[in-house]
C-alpha cells in the first residue's frame, strides 16, 4: 500500500483508540521506505507524543519490568518508558519498531501489551494507539520469523513506495528541488535495493533526504561533492545526481518564465524535469505572496509549452499537491485543463 494511503489508515487507527475501535497495526517492508516517517506525521498531525520503543535492544525484563516485594506479594516496577496519561499525555501512538528483529523471548514479552493493552496491572490509555513496524525476512536485516500468536494481533500493511507521495512530501519539507528533479526525471532510483548484493549505500527515500543535506554541505566544495553524494545512495546513482547537477547550468531563466516572456522549453528531458521541479518550488514560495496568482498563472502558461503534454501534466498536479484548490480559481487554468483535455488527470 502506498505511504499515503498507509498514513490514512493509521490516521483512523489512531481515531479508533478513544472509541475502542482500534487494532494494532503492522508495518512491512524494506529498509529506509519511511515506515518510522509515517508513523511520526500521523501523530504530529494529531499534535501527539509517539513512544519508540525498539524491542530489538530490550531483554523481557526490560517490558515486563522488575519485581520487586511488597509485603508477601512480588509486585512489578511498570517501564517510565510505557504511555503513561499524567507523564505522557492521554493520547498518542506507541510505536513498537524493529519487532522483527527482537529475540523471540522479547517479542513473547509484547504479547499481551499488543492485544490486550495491558502487562500485569499496567493499562495501556485508552487514547493511545499500538503501531509496530518491521523488515521482511528477505531484506537481509536481521530478523525472526513473526510468530503466528503475535501476527494474529495485528492486521498487516506493506509498505510500497510511490514517487507521487514522495515528491509532495519532499516539497513540504524542503527537500533540495535538484534532488527531486533528478527523481521526476529517474524514477526507478528513488528505491533501488537488491537484498543479494547487501549494498551499504543504495537509493531509498530516506537516504535521498540524506542526499539533500549533503548538497547544503558540499555543494560549494566539488572535490568532496561527487564522494558525498555516493556515500548517501551508493557510486552509481552517486555519480548520476552529480552528472545531472551539472548539467543544470543550461536551465533557462525562471524568473523570465515568471514574468511571462517567451521562454523556450529545453530539449534536454532532463532539464525540463528540472524546470518543472524548479518552477513548482517558486510556486511554493509565492503562495503566500500578493504575487501568487500571477506567478501561478505564469507557470500555467508554461505548462502548455511541453512537447510532451504528460510534462505539463506532472508539472501542474505536482503544483496542484502542494498549494491545493487555490490553483483552481487561476484563470489560466481552465485554459491549461481545455489544452490538456484529451488527457486523462488523475489525482494519484
Request: proline content about 7%; hydrophobic content about 45%; glycine content about 6%.
Amino acid at each position: 500500500m502506498r505511504p499515503a494511503f498507509i498514513a490514512s489508515v493509521l490516521d483512523q487507527e489512531f481515531l479508533g483508540a478513544s472509541t475502542g475501535h482500534h487494532t494494532p497495526v503492522m508495518l512491512w517492508g524494506p529498509p529506509g521506505v519511511g515506515k518510522s516517517q509515517i508513523v511520526v506525521q500521523v501523530a504530529e498531525s494529531h499534535q501527539v507524543p509517539v513512544i519508540d520503543i525498539r524491542l530489538s535492544q530490550m531483554e523481557p525484563s526490560d517490558l515486563r519490568g522488575i519485581p520487586f516485594r511488597d509485603g508477601e506479594q512480588v509486585e512489578w516496577a511498570v517501564p517510565s518508558m510505557l504511555p503513561n496519561s499524567k507523564t505522557h499525555g492521554p493520547k498518542g501512538i506507541l510505536f513498537l519498531d524493529e519487532i522483527t528483529s527482537a529475540p523471540p523471548s522479547v517479542s513473547a514479552a509484547a504479547y499481551q501489551l499488543i492485544l490486550d493493552r495491558r502487562l500485569g496491572n499496567y493499562r495501556v490509555p485508552e487514547g493511545w494507539a499500538i503501531v509496530a513496524a518491521g523488515n521482511r525476512q528477505g531484506d537481509r536485516g536481521v530478523t525472526y520469523a513473526m510468530p503466528a500468536p503475535l501476527a494474529n494481533r495485528f492486521s498487516h500493511f506493506e509498505v510500497e513506495v510511490n514517487l507521487d507521495d514522495w515528491v509532495a512530501w519532499a516539497y513540504q519539507e524542503g527537500i533540495d528541488e535538484r534532488v527531486i528533479a533528478f527523481l521526476r526525471f529517474r524514477p526507478e532510483l528513488l528505491f533501488d535495493f537488491d537484498p543479494a548484493h547487501n549494498p551499504m549505500a543504495f537509493p531509498s527515500p530516506r537516504s535521498w533526504e540524506f542526499t539533500h543535506r549533503a548538497l547544503q554541505k558540499f555543494l560549494h566544495h566539488p572535490q568532496l561533492l561527487l564522494g558525498s553524494l555516493q556515500a548517501c545512495v551508493g557510486p552509481a546513482a552517486g555519480v548520476e545526481l552529480n552528472a545531472f547537477i551539472a548539467s543544470l547550468d543550461q536551465m533557462p531563466d525562471l524568473d523570465a518564465i515568471l514574468r511571462g516572456d517567451e521562454v523556450p522549453v529545453p530539449e534536454e528531458i532532463d532539464l525540463q524535469y528540472a524546470v518543472a521541479t524548479a518552477l513548482v518550488g517558486r510556486a511554493i514560495r509565492a503562495k503566500e505572496s500578493e504575487h501568487a496568482q500571477a506567478v501561478f498563472g505564469a507557470i500555467l502558461e508554461y505548462a502548455k509549452q511541453f512537447r510532451q503534454k504528460e510534462m505539463g501534466v506532472m508539472l501542474v498536479s505536482d503544483m496542484h499537491r502542494a498549494i491545493g484548490a487555490e490553483l483552481f480559481s487561476v484563470p489560466e487554468f481552465a485554459d491549461w485543463a481545455n489544452d490538456i483535455a484529451d488527457l486523462m488527470l488523475f489525482d494519484n
